[in-house]
């Protein structure tokens, strides 16, 4: 078992990941600070800020009206919508609460992509503007330690009576997520204990003990947010409170049912009872007990949030049960539900996970979230036993569905994925394409995935690296340029600590070349029982683990590239285990690590159970997977046929081709929709030989059969996150062989 | 110019459509009788002569309060639901409005059915059973005409104040279908006379005259209907007021909107825009002038209504304009978007036709009524001007997706008619497939499909026959077993007219051998004029056109497949014109046409425009497209792959094969659905070289491709119509090659 280590022992140099850490500051951060305090131009307002101004006003009133006798009378619960806005939207009323009963997050996921970023960029002013936002959103916490502005401005009368739909543990799980990324970014504890506040309470109100609510959340996220305040603060009431909340999801009598039923007859109306096909709570993962749970079911964001929940209870409870049932759910999602761009909730209805093998190509939802719950749920599968396949697929949705997710100016976000977009479709208003998109969105009112990527990107770093709980092994499980500092333990109490960094230079995705270097960082004492005495460098033992990626080819081949010159001294030893290298031994300064990892272009077909998928293939070089634009290959992308014969043959049959791709795209509306400012980068195109049917103008709807008529043409695939990034136009995943 | 034939003068003898005939009249005639007096066990009740039943109630308190010199108070506007329900089904209040605000129409279908029934198989019971019905609903029209059962028990003062969504121009259109087809089934006027009231209020009320309403019907059908009626009357004002609903349909300022903002005035509620997507009026054809129309939009029956009505209109009144409007409306369906078994209308997003060349297989909505409404259209059009093209297209929507809408017992229906279907997909409940059923559905509180069914397959052979205005040419476009009779005018005023019987015995669909022998029946007296004396017999001049199908293959060469003794005998001449070869000249009692016509099997593809269809083929013999069932290819039909080349080499190798089709099935549920009882027909399936994908069990979700591995098989392809009639299966009309 492993954790990854602490946010500041983990950095990012420069390179791939250095670039989007740098887009999403100093584009996504800014902008995302303006639209929670409703000052995006054109935008549609957040009114987060304004919702916890209103709520720490509230808070005033009643402590003036207590200093000076009077009774303060809380407000009725008024607005019970899921999105509620402004009569007039030039006024809003100061007192009131405004938006989507989460809007509360919009602020929670911003201090936490904040949090990392301070952690390795210092930036005083963001630190202030944050600062001053902690002061906003502390002053709107009820004395119980109650945290969440819908029901504190619309009457607490009502709060904890709707978990099924209300968010208000959805809430809490995000602003202990962020609290803790401040508190680990920054040092300072307001937050957190803010957040510590919400979680005593709500610790206090729901559990199994009599006259206790025994709910858990609608929407999950506290599961893993809470394990996370357990790890940081160390009390084990949080890790309870996280295992309850998994223990009882779904149990019978199932609480949302009667939630539904205690709040109708409350309110004297009807109880509907919930009409979710084809299981009515399958869509909150309560349709049976999560220990029972085999197959990945619901909204896939919710789903991913709670695997990962249950994944981390599993690994600090040691229940073999629930690791069976997280390893059951994972088995079901990479083996039948996973896209192979790692995008995952095949579809719109629900924003669900659909029926095993069920992949749409041009009808997927895979969101942008439900990929970065993936991302979650498969470090958390790490952290529970080092596999590689793990690694493998949180890889495979990081670079692909993640990064897409964002236009290559930062500016622009595609929460929906498919892996096929025909413009007439899009255009077409057809109730079968509303989800889909061609173009990429300015930032939401229901803001969930720009937010969510940016928080995601500025911690990559804590996906790359865990360190085993004995400390004694780092698992190294993305390349990524930069560093990791492990603090080794001295075994004499006496002695100083050492720290071992290890330095990466990596060439992915772009190529499978990877150097890192040992560093040996003594302490201001001595470390003599380290020392071998003879050129005076300290010896350090430890073991390296490096990840064997699945795209290199087979493990042992793979393992066979890494070339470690301490090994060939007889102070190594190496050895492969579950798609890991482990190399275990004692270090010194200086020792170097060489990986070249082959990348070949794979041309991989989907399992024949996926219909949609028959007769295609689909093209990935290391972790990058590639598609098929318009604007590259002209329209109709149905009418391009790879030459599969000719590229099984060789592999030189297809041209690995170093460019500098530029993006840059008009806008389609006076919005701004689709428009992406001229911005530059390096990556790797493919040339694959291919076919294309020639379109006869003249021929009927349908006519007899001949053998079609083609023309020799190679097709032009770019990286799949690089998408979009040039215009409305066709994009394929998945191509035709002929 | 033509027309068909008078009700009785056409016939349907055994064979084919005898047997489909005699479904409907012994099976869903009853049951529809049953359906629309609340007598179904099991299923939802209709209300249909409920309604009739509370107007006619109400009609005789008010002559009764009037006798008694009281004043009668109408009812006030209590229902606007579109459906609506009593509050407990089991006592149904006997005053009001229940069901849908078109339930009218369930009785107009039913007595349009029963009387082309009757036209050819008197029977005393029904009949005594339908004039009983007729009372009923007489006694339910207004003194003014007006007969629409909802508004008459909600409030007349609302009447005509909602044309876009109730349907009252709809209810009075299927009452003139339906009084027009008992007229001349059984001479009756009764209901032809109601129908007129209620035309003649309906003309009083709608025109460009100043101080009348500027409207047309939201659901289309009137204008045909209306057609008819002037046909049937020789009453001009109800082509006129076909011709101004038609004209005025979707001119500026766009009536259904004005509507729509004085209908909210005066409730005092807010004027909420229509927001169907791309063009908020094409749902209903009303978003640009008729004579403007270039493409098939929106709702897809309520198109075919309408092009039927702008056709008939064209033809009456010589429009040129509005003739080329329906011609390029069909050139846009045919051409763009017609599937290939004849259904129209692709996306259940509105029930409607999608954009050019969207026809997905597996989510198509080809609603039955929407075939039914092409079949119309192209009856019309044929009428307009005898273009093979549109019987071909008729006939292909005639024995696919109209006979697909009926199980082969009789009992249950298709609405939707996919050309591909997985169990899985169905079975998932996801919304995207929501529409689409494995099984087919016993009968629905809203029973559109079933009765149009009912209503056209009674009149099929109103669709076999049309006779040119001159009275001279008798048109051949569907061979059917049976009997047209044409009378001709004896050029001297004292002679008696002669009539020409030609009885067919045709092969069709199953293979192409027809045969048609003329009879002359003299008349009482002499028929000099056309006697030629040497053997008695006389000779009467006239023109034979007969269909060349398309399916035969070149029209020349199908032409030559044509054996005239009387052409032999110098007495008759042959051309071939637009797909018809006109024998012209004498003709004598006995004499015969043989037809050979080619029945090659045809592997077709689409045009390479239609993306779903990319590297695929359907199969197609005569007018009969075929499809492949699991029940007969076992499941995963995407794993079935047609070897094109082979069949495209020899003709021969594809075996067409006469078997004994065996229906049966078990139901699924307790409400019987999918029970098929065990009834067998004769039919010809194919056998088809092919391939199989053998799927192997251990592969994972993803891997590099190799080429297939796959073994020979043969696909067993059967009518497309006779598709799930043996149990829940997977289908699929096109299949992918190789």
Redesign the interface.
């Known amino acids: 078992r492993s954790r990854p280590l602490p946010l500041r022992d983990a950095t990012v140099g420069q390179g791939f990941w250095g670039d989007e850490q740098e887009l999403v500051r100093t584009q996504v951060l800014p902008f995302q600070w303006c639209a929670l305090n409703d000052n995006v131009p054109g935008a549609a307002p957040s009114y987060c800020m304004h919702n916890f101004r209103a709520a720490a006003a509230q808070n005033r009133r009643r402590t003036a009206a207590r200093s000076q006798g009077d009774r303060f009378v809380p407000p009725v619960y008024t607005d019970r919508g899921f999105n509620v806005l402004p009569d007039d939207p030039e006024r809003p009323d100061p007192d009131r609460f405004y938006g989507f009963v989460f809007q509360d997050t919009d602020f929670s996921k911003w201090i936490e992509a904040v949090g990392y970023s301070l952690a390795h960029h210092p930036d005083a002013e963001l630190e202030a503007r944050a600062d001053a936002a902690i002061d906003i959103v502390c002053a709107a916490q009820q004395e119980n330690g109650y945290l969440d502005t819908y029901y504190i401005l619309n009457g607490m009368d009502r709060h904890f009576t709707n978990l099924k739909d209300h968010h208000e543990l959805y809430c809490m799980g995000h602003l202990i997520e962020g609290a803790v990324a401040y508190y680990e970014g920054t040092g300072k504890t307001r937050l957190l204990h803010a957040a510590q506040g919400f979680a005593d309470y709500v610790a206090s109100v729901f559990g199994t003990e009599p006259g206790r609510l025994r709910g858990y959340p609608g929407h999950e996220i506290a599961e893993m947010a809470l394990v996370r305040l357990y790890e940081v603060t160390n009390e084990r009431r949080y890790l309870d409170l996280a295992a309850y909340f998994v223990d009882e999801r779904g149990r019978a009598p199932l609480y949302f049912e009667v939630e539904d039923r205690t709040r109708a007859k409350r309110e004297g109306a009807t109880y509907v009872p919930n009409d979710n ?2 299981m009515p709570y399958a869509y909150y993962q309560a349709h049976e007990p999560v220990v029972d749970q085999r197959e990945a079911v619901g909204h896939a964001v919710r789903a991913g949030y709670l695997y990962s929940g249950v994944a981390d209870v599993a690994r600090l409870t040691e229940n073999e049960r629930l690791a069976d049932t997280v390893r059951a759910l994972w088995r079901n999602i ?3 539900k ?1 896209y ?1 761009t790692g995008g995952v909730g095949a ?3 629900g924003e669900a996970y ?3 093998y ?1 992949l ?1 190509n041009d ?1 997927a939802y895979s969101e942008t979230c439900a990929a970065i719950a993936l991302v979650f749920f498969a470090r958390r599968m790490l952290e529970l036993e080092p596999k590689s396949e793990y690694a493998d697929v949180m890889e495979l949705a990081l670079y692909n569905t993640v990064l897409a997710g964002m236009a290559m100016d930062g500016k622009s976000f595609f929460y929906v994925n498919p892996l096929e977009v ?1 413009t ?2 899009v ?6 394409f509303l989800h889909i998109k061609d173009v990429r969105q300015k930032w939401f009112g229901c803001a969930c995935c720009p937010p969510n990527l940016a928080r995601l990107v500025e911690s990559v770093q804590e996906y790359a690296y865990t360190l085993a709980d004995d400390g004694g092994t780092l698992f190294t499980h993305l390349y990524i340029d930069g560093m990791a500092v492990v603090h080794v333990l001295s075994k004499d109490e006496d002695d100083e600590d050492v720290a071992l960094r290890l330095e990466v230079e990596s060439g992915l995705p772009w190529n499978g070349h990877v150097r890192a270097v040992v560093h040996v960082d003594e302490g201001d004492g001595g470390a003599d029982d380290y020392g071998d005495g003879h050129d005076g460098k300290i010896s350090v033992p430890f073991i390296f683990a490096f990840r064997l990626p699945a795209w290199a080819g087979d493990q042992i081949e793979v393992a066979a590239c890494t070339t470690v010159p301490a090994e060939a001294q007889g102070r190594v030893n190496r050895r492969v285990r579950d798609g890991y290298l482990y190399l275990a031994g004692t270090w010194r300064d200086g020792d170097v690590f060489e990986f070249d990892f082959p990348m070949p272009v ?10 949609e998928d ?2 295609k ?2 093209f990935v070089r290391g972790p990058v997977v590639y598609c098929a634009e318009e604007c590259d290959n002209g329209s ?1 992308l ?2 391009l046929h790879v030459d ?2 000719r ?2 043959e060789r592999a030189e049959n297809v041209t690995v081709e170093p460019f500098d791709f530029k993006a840059g795209a008009e806008a389609l509306d006076g919005k701004g929709t689709g428009g992406v400012e001229p911005v530059s980068r390096c990556m790797v195109r493919l040339r694959v030989p291919a076919w294309r ?1 020639e ?2 103008d003249a ?9 079609p008529v083609r023309r020799r043409v190679e097709a032009v695939l770019i990286p799949y996150f690089a998408w979009a990034n040039r215009g409305e136009n066709e994009m394929r995943v998945f191509l ?2 002929s």
């Open positions: 096909q084809p990479v083996d039948r996973l192979v579809t719109a209805f659909s029926y095993d069920d749409p009808l025909r007439e479709a255009r077409s208003h057809d109730a079968r794979m041309m991989l077909e989907a399992n024949l159970r996926v219909s028959a007769g293939v689909a109709r149905h009418c599969a014969a590229v099984g049917d379109v006869r021929k009927p709807l349908y006519s007899r059969w001949h053998p035709d062989i």
